[in-house]
């Protein structure tokens, strides 16, 4: 089973608060992932790093700032909560021999009143 | 117009049905093909991984690529409630491209 970590599973938060999702991997994986899911809609990556000090922006514009200082951590940060920004985020890691075998955490569902 | 369309659903079967979820894609480089199963509450899991054309078989599942059609399949035999969840197609045309997922199809299988 996938050793990929997210929390906090459910959160609730009022508008301008800053918030930090985390995630943590133990596999060694270089790879990591952020997409963002709403129901019935696909998923869409808006960050991913192939490794320590490397992020990129993804598919879909996001607000949210992402950070690699070790290689299995990648948290996702969004300095000032809107209510579009209510959402499911999960997280993926993968392999560099399998990097389109991801492996998800549960992912944070997130509430921005 | 989506590069992956995935039938909506949802399905509704009986236990012991056969089911068939298919995706379409319009990217012809596509050559890694995947079905994720997402339970409610929890990320998604791979189910069933395919590279280029053909079958592969796991169990009671039967993932099927056709690349000349451009479409992929998942077939589920003797389905049971454990199977309830929504079945994700994912492919890639590998290297540095992204996965690209479908919107998922939720099956429900009824005792």
């Known amino acids: 089973e996938a050793d990929i970590y997210q929390t906090p599973r459910y959160l609730v938060i009022g508008t301008g608060k800053k918030i930090t999702l985390e995630c943590s991997q133990t596999?060694?994986?270089?790879?990591m992932y952020w997409y963002q899911q709403d129901p019935g809609m696909e998923l869409h990556l808006i960050h991913y790093s192939y490794g320590v000090n490397s992020t990129e922006k993804g598919d879909l514009s996001s607000e949210s700032t992402v950070s690699r200082i070790r290689t299995e951590h990648f948290p996702l940060t969004l300095e000032s909560a809107r209510p579009s920004h209510t959402s499911q985020y999960l997280c993926a890691s993968s392999s560099p021999q399998g990097s389109e075998k991801l492996f998800f955490g549960s992912g944070t569902q997130l509430s921005v009143l | 117009q989506k590069e992956v369309e995935q039938d909506p659903g949802p399905l509704s079967v009986p236990e012991g049905a056969i089911v068939s979820l298919n995706c379409t894609y319009s990217?012809?480089?596509?050559?890694?093909f995947m079905w994720y199963r997402q339970y409610s509450r929890k990320g998604p899991e791979l189910l069933m991984y395919?590279?280029?054309?053909g079958n592969k078989e796991d169990g009671r599942f039967t993932a099927q690529v056709d690349k000349s059609s451009k479409y992929i399949s998942l077939f589920i035999r003797d389905s049971q409630p454990s199977d309830s969840a929504t079945y994700l197609c994912?492919?890639?045309?590998?290297?540095?491209?992204?996965?690209?997922f479908g919107a998922g199809t939720r099956l429900a299988v009824h005792p």
């Open positions: 994912a492919m890639s045309a590998g290297g540095y491209n992204k996965l690209i």
């Open positions: 395919t590279y280029s054309s």
């Open positions: 990217n012809s480089a596509f050559q890694y």
């Open positions: 596999m060694g994986h270089d790879k």
